[in-house]
Every structure is written in C-alpha cells, then in structure tokens.
T-cell receptor, first 109, second 113 residues
C-alpha cells in the first residue's frame, strides 16, 4: 500500500479537453508537491501547496490542496499536446519525500 | 549552474557485477537522495543524505551502498547486480525538506542481464 495514491493511472484525451487528476492519502501532509516528468528526463516541480484549501494557478493548470491536507487535485483547462507527460504528487513524510505512482497523461492533437 | 548531473546515462551489467552510479550537484544543497523508478510504482527512495558524512536508508536499500564525503557528490554503489535492479535511477538534491523543491538529474537507465 502506497502512502500517496493517484488516479487515474492513465488518461488519454483530445487537445482542448479539460481534465482533473487526483492525489489521495490517509495521512496528513504539511505540504504536497506536483511534478511533471517527460520521457527520458527527471521530474520537474510544478507547484507546492501548503495551506489546507489552498488553490494555486499556473497558466492553464489549477492545483488545490484539500481542507484536511490529505489530498490534492490538478485540473488542466484546454489541454495541449505539450501537457503530455507523467504527473507525480509528492510530500514529506518523516525525513523523506514520498511519491505517488503517477498519472500518465497523453494529449492527442 | 549545471544543476544535478548523473553518469552514465545508460549501462548494461551482467548478474554479479558491481558498479557505481555517479551524482553531483553544484547548488550547495544539503539534502541528496537516490530513487529508482519502475513502471507503475512511481519513485522509490533507495538512500538519502541530509549532509556530508550523514547517510540513511530509504524504502528499498538492499543491494545498494552510498557515501557522502562532500556536499557535492553522492555516489550509489551496486554491490552485486541482480536482474531485479534493472530500473531507471534518479539522483535528486534539495536545500532541505519542508516545502523545498527537489531538483532531479537526467537519470541512469540500468539493465542487468
């Protein structure tokens, strides 16, 4: 059982569609992070959410931290092929970062 | 700044061979870590270090050793390679833990035959 669960595992959509991916845990996190990873590269940080209920926007990407700080969502508006990649959520647990298994997104032109 | 660098990019080993994966960062970060990434399992922590001279085990440490003699370098040693160690290995560094960004290297793709 993983500390962070992500859903869906895979998502394939057409350009212009909206989508939401989720990161859930039974544990409380002081903050959660979202990373995007492209093929053959390491993950790159998109955002860190710290306060329960917090909403952060990064162009067409909207991140929300749950009120209880156990979950987070990533919403993409009008997806583009450049959004294709593996989206990972991560948090600090004890002395380490822990990662979810990721959502693999494919945006078709 | 080069950020986090890893060598080699690709490696093929035979079962029982040993090797060292190199990782270096030029950002003066205290926290460094090694992960392995396997399909459907995200990133799993192998070993980490909170500063020079200090290392500790992560979730999947068996078969791997690390050392941290300097702030910049954090090599990962495979003692006797096994097919189960076939994976993509990422090194990462961070100024600290709480809310800090982790910077990842480009990865080393390892195949053990």
């Amino acid at each position: 059982t993983q500390l962070l669960e992500q859903s869906p595992q895979f998502l394939s959509i057409q350009e212009g569609e909206n989508l939401t991916v989720y990161c859930n845990s039974s544990s409380v996190f002081s903050s959660l992070q979202w990373y995007r990873q492209e093929p053959g590269e390491g993950p790159v940080l998109l955002v860190t959410v710290v306060t329960g209920g917090e909403v952060k926007k990064l162009k067409r990407l909207t991140f929300q931290f749950g009120d209880a700080r156990k979950d987070s969502s990533l919403h993409i508006t009008a997806a583009q092929p450049g959004d294709t990649g593996l989206y990972l959520c991560a948090g600090v647990y004890g002395q380490n970062f822990v990662f979810g298994p990721g959502t693999r997104l494919s945006v078709l032109p | 700044n080069a950020g986090v660098t890893q060598t080699p990019k690709f490696q093929v080993l035979k079962t029982g061979q040993s090797m060292t994966l190199q990782c270096a960062q030029d950002m003066n970060h205290e926290y460094m870590s090694w992960y392995r990434q396997d399909p459907g399992m995200g990133l799993r922590l192998i070993h980490y270090s909170v500063g020079a001279g200090i290392t500790d085990q992560g979730e999947v440490p068996n078969g791997y050793n690390v050392s941290r003699s300097t702030t910049e370098d954090f090599p990962l040693r495979l003692l006797s390679a096994a097919p189960s160690q076939t994976s993509v290995y990422f090194c990462a560094s961070s100024p600290g833990l709480a809310g800090e960004t982790q910077y990842f290297g480009p990865g080393t793709r390892l195949l053990v035959l």
